[in-house]
């Protein structure tokens, strides 16, 4: 479709208008590395396989407050021996890593701390978001729009004129900004059993999500 071109009777002005809301997170996600090592292969899978289906079981138990469960990958190791020739082993590891998805935070900080008291047991996390659906990017849309047309009246107005009609609304960004320091885990730690210790009190982070609209409009010839 052909874009009418400005004249002299209907000018044109083309604003951007931004959103930007500061939110709660609907989300926390972590990450759960169960381990095992020794010097005998049926040992080290016999033990991964129950420290795996031990962290499991016990996010499984949180029920609805988790959303999601997944393996993410595992690994099974040979050792090579550190002196000698020839393909000695002289020990296996292997790894399990699994992630979880929670919407209940209060959940979340005992879990958290239940999982790092595992035998062999890494918790990395929890990274906070927004549902993919969430009100809030609709809300961020709705204010990149009105800012754009707040931006284009007053252009018009300050030469005297004022908005005819809307020719073109493009959308050109819709972004969760991550806070700071979250490129890397927030909490991350291994442990052996030790008596079992008080639940973490994790504050959720904030998140920040923007919306960028781009606007075209004819105007009322202005009076120069």
Do not use: C
Not at 18 to 47: N, Q
Not at 207 to 219: D, I, L, P, S
Request: glycine share 8%; no cysteine; proline share 8%.
């Amino acid at each position: 479709m052909t874009q009418p071109h400005p004249t002299p009777e209907a000018p044109q002005v083309t604003v951007r208008g931004e959103g930007r809301l500061e939110v709660e997170p609907e989300l926390a996600r972590i990450g759960v590395s169960v381990r095992a090592r020794g010097t005998d292969r049926a040992s080290v899978l016999a033990a991964l396989t129950g420290r795996n289906a031990e962290a499991i079981a016990l996010v499984k138990s949180y029920g609805e407050a988790v959303t999601t469960l997944e393996t993410g990958g595992l690994s099974v190791t040979p050792e090579p021996a550190r002196h000698g020739r020839g393909e000695r082993v002289r020990g296996y590891q292997g790894w399990v890593h699994l992630s979880a998805e929670l919407t209940d935070f209060t959940a979340l900080g005992e879990l958290t701390t239940r999982l790092a008291d595992l035998e062999w047991t890494r918790v990395d996390g929890p990274w906070w978001a927004l549902r993919p659906d969430s009100p809030a990017y609709a809300e961020a849309r709705r204010q990149a729009v009105r800012e754009a047309v707040r931006r284009a009246r007053e252009y018009a107005q300050s030469l005297g004129s004022s908005l005819v009609a809307l020719l073109e609304l493009s959308d050109t960004g819709l972004t969760p900004l991550a806070p700071a320091g979250t490129g890397s885990p927030r909490m991350a730690f291994a442990a052996e059993a030790v008596p079992a210790p008080a639940a973490l009190d994790l504050e959720p982070q904030r998140q920040t999500v923007t919306a960028e609209v781009a606007a075209r409009f004819t105007m009322a010839p202005p009076v120069l």
